[in-house]
């Protein structure tokens, strides 16, 4: 059982930037960052491979954000630049026993309780 934890989040103006760090556990194959606005559904962010550092990101972040991994704390951010106030939502972190990178929440196994990002003036 890997376990998750998020820190990171708060009240970000549009434009501002705010780096989201997720401390594992256990071991992992690939991780991935989600996000989930209210009345919306969970959606795939940005994800990593953790053996080589190969990433995939949502059309709507490319090029503002970028995920990353650190071995030495078994650690994973999403660096976030010129947020807007539509990516308000509480940010997770997610983790799963396989090297592929998904960007179906059903795919991962472990999840963290969230941080939550809020984007306004």
């Known amino acids: 059982q890997v376990q998750l934890v998020e820190s990171g989040g708060g009240l970000v103006q549009p434009g501002g930037s705010l780096r989201l760090s997720c401390v594992a556990s256990g071991r992992i194959f690939s991780a991935g960052w989600f996000r989930q606005a209210p009345g919306k559904e969970r959606e795939f962010v940005a994800g990593i491979r953790w053996r080589d550092g190969t990433t995939n990101y949502s059309d709507s972040v490319k090029g503002r954000f970028t995920i990353s991994r650190e071995y030495a704390k078994n650690a994973v951010y999403l660096q976030m630049y010129s947020l807007k106030p539509e990516e308000t939502a509480v940010y997770y972190c997610?983790?799963?026993?396989?090297?592929?990178?998904?960007?179906?929440?059903?795919?991962?196994?472990?999840w963290g309780q969230g941080t939550q990002v809020t984007v306004s003036s």
């Open positions: 997610a983790a799963r026993n396989d090297y592929r990178i998904a960007q179906m929440a059903s795919e991962y196994n472990y």
